[in-house]
């Protein structure tokens, strides 16, 4: 049996009939910027999460990065600020806080989460702290009363990148009475990329907020920083969503309860049959829910065993084998101690997880996981 990691066009097949129509209906309008299809999908979006606004952007690191440009611009952050964010992350969460000349301030992951342990902000906290970058990785909401409680006390911004983990929902409410990732906080941050559990067939993204200025603030950062015609209010840039991919993320948002769903089945096959010592399960919170965008096992055995499943057929990934302050580009921050976040990088491993594996997949990988880790020898 060969199971790849993910497979893309697997994961559109139950779609492409109505994808096809749609992508065919925005062809056929004469509209290829903007428009109703944009506008459809922002609305969607937007009722889906529980915001009141939604602005489709060209992707999650431009959403991340006009979210924390807006705040600038309506002087509720200044350059040179800092930000805290988890350092087990994906680059694009750092990035944007840099390049909107914030500071990034790397916090450490809690083992058993892999997400920002929310215990330890203190440790983090300066006079110039004025966010949190709550990343809701691998699709586990990292947002919880310690948290809300910290950015209280001490007047924080929440901003949250949602690139991994629309339709989670939180174990409280966010400041706005909902408890779905994407309305947790001040505002947050969604990614399309085809991977992402809800995938476009290109790059796309978007921003949510209850908040009308930072909406209408990142609106126009995206469009040239024009708030009217020929009327440009910021130095903004050209960061919109297309309508092709709006139209097919109008396909596929509805479905968003199923296609979590299904992650979820294949989430309990793996934790209810992977049963050596060797592995460390991923925590599963028992309140909220996790929408599993990524089902990350660890262990010590970690590139042997990805190198025995290998041979099995079966593809795996590492999310991430390099953390963000090892990367070349921010060497500036290697020398850190992130011991957690490091020990993560060594021993992670992403399995394969996606609407398209079907249980009998999922058993045969646990039981292969199983039978492998029971030849080495520890
Ligand atoms: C994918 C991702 C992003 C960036 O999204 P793009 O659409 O690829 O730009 C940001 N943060 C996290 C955690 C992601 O997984």
Redesign the pocket.
Known sequence: MKIPFLNLLDANIPYMQEIEEAVMRVLRSGRYVGGEETERFEQMLAKTTGTEYAVGVS??????RLIFKAYIELGQLRPGDEVIVPAN??I??IL?VMDAGLTPVFAEPHPATMNLDTTRLGEYLTERTRAILA???YGRPCYDQTMADFARRHDLLIVE?N??AIGAKAPISGINGSSNTGALGHAA?F???P??NIGAMG???AVTTDDCEVAAAVRALANYGSDRRYHNIYIGGNCRLDPIQAAILSVKLPHLAEESARRQKIARIYRDNISVPQVILPDNPTEGSHVW?QFVIRTVHRDHLRQLLAEEGIGTDIHYAVPPHRQPALSKYVALHLPITDSIADTAISLPIGSSLTDTEAAHVASIINRKLLTIVN
Not at 59 to 64: E, F, P, Q, R, Y
């Open positions: 992707n999650g690191l431009d959403a991340l992350t994906y694009a969460s944007a990343v809701h990785l990148d690139a991994q941050a990614s399309f990329y991977t992402k790059d796309a993204g965008h």
